[in-house]
């Protein structure tokens, strides 16, 4: 059977595949659509298979804010590669992704991927990745993703750059000011509202650190309880939202900065490409090798 370029087109927009990647498995499957759909399917998946082990720790924070502002999503799609997670297409499928999680609400990762990437649509979230590892040729995953839903407010949001994304969920606050108070959570990153959002484990950990600070010090007990306490309260004010200098005036907290707004926060989210992965180091001999391996 004849190979048309219109059938290699159709093919392409179907898959996303290259042009001769499509023409070759047409000819593969004697001009099939659906076979050579289900052709450039596994080998996307033998792909996605071996690159798999690879480390992903480069990628892009994509965000989808409802017309109402009253909910928001953010996603991490990590690639190998900053060079890829600056590419258009790349960024693209990420903002696609968290619209798809704001408007699924889905449990889990493993829901997400399994989420169609079109409303109605067959293809999925993860067949939608594995297309794209087949024509980059990096490991692409699909990381986390987090829903913030406001009951009685709005939820600002800001992007710095695709490598840090935040929501937050306010009540009583206006435009201005939620953008001042996502953006100070993506400057200072702070790990909670305020000491009574704050684990316990997190908060025995640091007690813990430093009770030994102090351990050696040779002052009596109740003054290294007072040691503690002090450095404590310090702490406290740096991981935690409320406590925290507020960027634009740091002469003032962000608690102060929302009391003089009529403002309150319920809840926020951050995320920053990366943060927590282990990244490997290659020296160059080693890079070398795994592309002439073909890895």
Known sequence: MQITAAMVKELRERTGAGMMECKQA??????GMEAAVANLRKKGQAKADKRAGRIAAEGYIGMALAADTRSGALVE?????DFVAKQDEFQSFANSVAQRALDECPADVGALLAAPMEQGGSRTIEE???DMVMRI???ISLRRFQVVQSADGSVAAYIHGGRIGVLVDLAGADESVGKDIA????????????EGDMSADDLGKERDILLAQVADSGKPPEIQEKMIAG?????LAGVTLLGQPFVKDPDQTVEKYLEGAGASVSAFSRFEVGEGIDKRTENFAEEVMAQVQGD
């Open 26 to 31: 047409l000819v593969d499957e004697s001009g």
């Open 77 to 81: 799609i990590n690639s190998e590669t």
């Open 128 to 130: 939608g990745i594995r």
């Open 137 to 139: 040729g990096e490991n």
């Open 183 to 194: 953006m100070h959570v993506a400057a200072s990153g702070p790990l909670a509202i305020s």
């Open 231 to 235: 450095r404590m309260k310090k702490y």
